[in-house]
């Protein structure tokens, strides 16, 4: 099992987690420059990147999930932007599809899970349907569930599949890193007002973003009752806060770094039969270079 960094914004295993306590806007650490930080940390995991895909035994998965305006896509975007595209592979998740509600909950999102060495990114998952759906009971009459319906009962049930999935992945090679992006409800309003008033940032407001805030109470409550249920040993959830994004895009790519530092993934050795090969294509690549 993966020895996971210490963090204080780590959601503990023992199902005691708060919303309420956990907070959205990150201690300054001194003078320290987070844009300087950020570019460190990014370094760190383009390096890192390198001995994963060369290592190919192990697979890492990114998980976001946040209120909208949290800032999942810029977060993703700055502390990938130093990885090799060819190692990494990011994939957003909307409304499910026919074809997906035809299928079971985890069926999508394990159609995307990433290849040995590489890095994938969840931009929200699987956890939307403990989540969203449980805002909104209602779209659960499209997913043509077998027997009676008792909500209470199908909850404790996803939980219990989300954890036993997690598990599994992680017997079989996979780095599972859950982020939820806490952001405040007056700095997602504030957000969402500067998407109205900039016209550059008109096309990323939408008028269900208003209507869904109005549920933020129930949302609060699904996000705490689901990372209490799923954070776990194996695959553990982080609350960062992200009131200020640039301290969060440090947060996210230092705890990424931490977490890949932690594998101690060597560059493949070859045999001594292989290092004999290269040392004679050596010598014949050094006798064209003088011919």
């Known amino acids: ?24 806007l990150a201690e300054t650490d001194g003078d320290d420059d987070d844009k300087e930080a950020l570019r460190a940390a990014v370094s760190r995991i383009s390096d890192l990147q390198g001995r994963l895909y060369a290592h190919n035994r192990l697979a890492v998965l990114l998980i976001f999930q946040a209120m909208d305006a949290a800032g999942k896509d ?6 990938l932007s130093g990885v090799n595209p060819a190692g ?9 599809s026919a074809e997906e ?22 931009n929200r998952s699987y956890y939307e349907e403990v989540l969203v759906v449980r805002v909104h009971p209602e779209l659960l009459a499209a997913q043509s569930l077998p027997g009676e319906l008792e909500p209470e009962r199908l909850w404790a049930e996803r939980y219990e ?22 952001v405040s409800l007056e700095e997602q309003t504030r957000r969402l ?20 805030q109005a549920h933020w109470a129930d949302y609060m409550a699904s996000y705490e009752l689901a990372l209490r249920q799923t954070s ?5 959830w982080y609350a960062i806060p992200a009131d200020d994004k640039p301290k969060m895009r440090r947060l ?30 050596r010598r014949t690549l050094k006798a064209r270079l003088k011919g």
């Open 88 to 96: 990494c592979q990011v994939h957003a998740f909307k409304s499910p």
């Open 161 to 182: 599949s989300i954890r036993d999935h997690e598990r599994h992945l992680a017997r079989s090679g996979l780095v599972i890193l859950k982020f939820w992006l806490n």
């Open 1 to 24: 099992m993966v020895d996971f960094p210490a963090s204080p914004y780590r959601v503990p295993y023992d199902g005691s987690f708060r919303v309420a306590k956990a907070p959205t």
């Open 232 to 236: 776990t040993p194996w695959a553990p």
């Open 101 to 122: 509600l035809d299928h079971d909950f985890l069926w999508r999102t394990t159609c995307r899970l990433p290849e040995r060495g590489r890095i994938g990114v969840f």
């Open 252 to 281: 996210v790519a230092e705890h990424i770094a931490e977490t890949l530092e932690s594998l101690h993934l060597p560059y493949p050795e070859l045999p001594r039969r292989s290092r004999d090969e290269l040392d004679e294509l």
């Open 193 to 212: 007002l500067r998407r109205i008033d900039d016209p550059k940032r008109n096309y990323k407001f939408e008028s269900r973003d208003v209507t869904e």
């Open 74 to 79: 810029s977060t993703i975007r700055a502390v």
